[in-house]
């Protein structure tokens, strides 16, 4: 019972993909997903049969073959949660940059590894470049909301990230000290744990990109378009994402000063002041 799940696919006897029949099915889904998630009312996604089964599918057999840990499990309400808030972190932060969109959604549906869903950061600049901005401040607000709108979500998905983990480690605890029916329930038991440590690291790394890609469009638009009373609003706001992004990076913990891991608490400065407990009643 201590072997991981991709350890057992080849003593199965399970019949692996050829290179040949793999590039098949990779260059099909490229195909399919050059048009990136389909999304509608402020940009959401939307129930897409090519994305939500045909891709997932192909990617689950791509990932058995790099020897990644597949799970079949079904998601928890928890586990749905976490790949809802991630994925408007992981995607471009401009909804309509196919290039992004594509590396994201390959990446997401597993058809590449987790690891290289990186966005280009230079392809936001590009977005903020055209004709879509008819004032220079515009842009400069532009990049302020987005990194500012990205802080606000990060907490949020934190908060999901935590319960998960707890829920991972009661899993992994009930499995070390009950003995299961079958090599198969063990192995998706750790594989999903694997999954949801991925989409939680996935998503530190995502913000990470989005931070060099904020910055590379101010730097260029200083020079460009230089002005002097939107510069301080967008480096602030490029700073509080950063250090929710840090926050991300660590597991969503924070530290005591007895070195103990605690959930992180919201901020009162500037917002939110007294809502985070009901008022006292008298």
């Given amino acids: ?3 991981w ?3 057992t696919e080849k003593a199965a006897g399970k019949p692996a993909l050829t290179s040949l029949r793999l590039c098949a099915l990779v260059l099909l889904c ?5 048009c990136t998630r389909p999304t509608g009312d402020f940009d959401r996604a939307e129930p897409s049969v090519i994305h939500d089964k045909v891709m997932p599918a192909a990617g689950d057999r791509a990932a058995k073959l790099r020897g990644d840990p597949v799970s079949t499990f079904n998601y928890t309400n928890d586990e749905e949660l976490l790949r809802d808030r991630g994925w408007t972190l992981i995607r471009p932060p401009w909804t309509k940059d196919w290039i992004g969109g594509t590396i994201v959604e390959l990446s997401r549906t597993r058809v590449l590894p987790e690891a290289e869903g990186r966005v280009p950061p230079d392809l936001y600049y590009h977005f903020l470049s055209s004709d879509k901005f008819r004032s220079s401040d515009a842009r400069y607000d532009r990049i302020a909301s987005d990194a ?17 983990r707890e829920a991972d480690s009661e899993r992994l605890r009930v499995l070390a000290n009950k003995k299961v029916t079958t090599q ?3 192995n998706g038991a750790k594989a999903r744990v694997w999954e949801n440590r991925m989409m939680i690291n996935w998503v530190a790394q995502a913000l990470r990109f989005r931070i060099e890609a904020y910055k590379n469009a101010l730097d260029k638009l200083e020079i460009e378009t230089p002005t002097e009373n ?13 250090g929710q992004v840090r926050l991300a990076e660590n ?7 007895y070195g103990i891991a605690e959930a992180p608490k919201r901020s009162r400065i500037y917002k939110s002041w007294g809502q985070e407990r009901p008022p006292v009643q008298k």
């Fill in 1 to 3: 019972m201590g072997t």
């Fill in 5 to 7: 799940p991709w350890a």
């Fill in 30 to 34: 490229v195909s399919a997903a050059a």
């Fill in 148 to 164: 500012t709108g990205d802080a606000d979500l990060v907490l949020p998905f934190c908060e999901v990230a935590l319960r998960v």
């Fill in 184 to 186: 198969e329930l063990y």
């Fill in 230 to 242: 939107r510069m301080w609003k967008t480096n602030n706001a490029i700073r509080t994402l950063e």
């Fill in 251 to 257: 597991g969503c913990t924070t530290s005591n000063r």
